[in-house]
């Protein structure tokens, strides 16, 4: 199958600072890839579409200013929590969609990010 | 309003039987349907998936079936394995949602040795 990577796994970091979380599509190329989230013992949330060469496309109540998405190549899309508070600990997990007849998401291992 | 409604939260199974796995959906726009494992702090990996052309799709001890008419899909595990036990999510997306998929809440999947 499809094989997509993210960088860090984890990161831990000082309340007010920004962190870049990179999703990368291995062995294809993704006009298009998926964030979520993922609070404990709760299935994933869609944040965010991030579409190559254009701006993104947010879900409703996620803020466009806090979680920037960069979706510069057809193999990278990036997404950075800006001014991280504590309240933005979670998993994040990012997926990328095979530009097949069945546009099956193929998720990142995701990344765990930890505001102290 | 959930969309995609997955009512088990767990289920046990001995190992070697059959694990079914259920979910319903209320949007009928929805069609294609996906079936994904996770393991805890990892992403999800995609199991196998079902056009809604198709009512039954088989890939190796695992099974997909699609009963539109009652908006219901399940997935069966068969023999079932301890290296099996993860949650599973089903997921669904149609052509109008720019294909964003939408996840069920997950049923945690323990295969008794």
């Known amino acids: 199958g499809a094989v997509v990577s993210q960088h860090p796994s984890r990161v831990i970091c000082k309340s007010g600072t920004s962190v870049k979380i990179e999703c990368r599509s291995l062995?294809?190329?993704?006009?298009?890839m998926f964030w979520y989230r993922q609070f404990p013992k709760k299935s994933l949330m869609l944040m965010a579409t991030?579409?190559?060469?254009?701006?993104?496309?947010?879900e409703q109540g996620v803020e466009k200013d806090k979680f920037l998405i960069n979706h510069a190549s057809l193999t990278l899309s990036t997404l950075t929590v800006t001014s991280a508070h504590p309240e933005d600990s979670s998993f994040y997990i990012c997926?990328?969609?095979?530009?097949?007849?069945?546009?099956?998401?193929?998720f990142g291992p995701g990344t765990r990010l930890t505001v102290l | 309003d959930q969309q995609v409604k997955q009512n088990s939260p767990s289920l046990s199974v001995q190992e070697g039987r059959i694990s079914i796995l259920n979910c319903d959906y209320t949007n009928s726009m929805f069609d294609y349907f996906l079936w994904y494992k996770k393991y805890p702090a990892e992403g999800p990996t995609f199991l196998i998936s079902i056009s809604s052309i198709k009512d039954k799709n088989e890939d190796g001890r695992f099974t997909v079936f699609l009963n539109k008419s009652a908006k219901h899909l399940s997935l069966h595990i068969v023999p079932s394995q301890p290296g099996d036990s993860a949650v599973y999510f089903c997921a669904a997306s149609w052509s109008g949602s720019a294909r964003q998929l939408t996840f069920g809440s997950g049923t945690q999947l323990t295969v008794l040795p």
């Open positions: 062995d294809f190329q993704a006009t298009t």
């Open positions: 991030s579409n190559e060469g254009s701006k993104a496309t947010y």
């Open positions: 997926s990328a969609r095979v530009p097949d007849t069945t546009d099956t998401q193929y």
